[in-house]
């Protein structure tokens, strides 16, 4: 059986991405900010920014992962976002593990769209979805209760400046690791630092 990330880079190749949510980000997260022609997967994500003058030396490619975890049918459902260095590895079991649930699946484009409002053309592949626009700087105020975040440990150690997409294909931006958690904070979401590598099987 494929592994997560296996199937996630596969999945990558296949989207096709359309509108963002529009959601504004506060300036300061705008200062290090760059626009470069829309990608559909992290080897797209690289090729946009090898070129970009703009861009900021030193900085780490990260992966935000969506999954909707097993519930009871008389409760409501809450997503959990991974947001990983890209070369951390990562499973749904860690995943389902950090959230108390028996079990999670990637959440597709539908699910992702009620829940944080950002809107994608959905590429499938064996019935799981990634979206690349999709990011941790989509989650608002407004949509904090819907959503769990699990922060990679490497991640939230890291010196170095961060590239996410802010719920656009076609823009990046790139912020510290406190950037990232003062924003969240800021958000009201429930936020977990996890080491995916010490509890990885």
Not at 24 to 35: D, G, I, N, R, S
Not at 121 to 144: F, H, R, Y
Request: proline residues 3%; hydrophobic residues 45%.
């Amino acid at each position: 059986m494929a592994g997560v990330n296996e199937i996630a880079d596969k999945i990558s190749q296949t989207l096709n991405l359309s509108t963002s949510s529009g959601l504004a980000l506060p300036p300061h997260l705008e200062k290090f900010a760059v626009t470069h022609s829309a990608t559909s997967n992290a080897a797209t994500w690289k090729e946009a920014l090898a070129g970009n003058t703009n861009a900021p030396h030193g900085f780490l490619y990260t992966k935000t992962l969506v999954f909707k975890p097993k519930t009871a049918k008389d409760q409501a459902t809450v997503l959990a976002m991974v947001v990983a260095l890209e070369d951390t590895a990562t499973s749904a079991k860690q995943v389902a593990a950090a959230v108390n649930a028996k079990d999670a699946r990637f959440a597709t484009a539908d699910v992702v769209k009620e829940t944080l409002g950002i809107t994608v053309e959905q590429g499938k592949l064996d019935n799981t979805t990634k979206l690349m626009v999709v990011s941790p700087l989509s989650i608002s105020k407004e949509t904090a209760s819907k959503i769990k975040v699990l922060i990679d440990s490497r991640l939230a150690a890291s010196q170095n400046l961060l590239a996410f997409h802010p719920s656009d294909a076609s823009k990046t931006v790139f912020i510290t690791a406190q950037d990232l958690k003062e924003y969240l904070a800021s958000c009201g979401v429930d936020v977990t630092e996890f080491d995916f590598a010490a509890t990885a099987t």
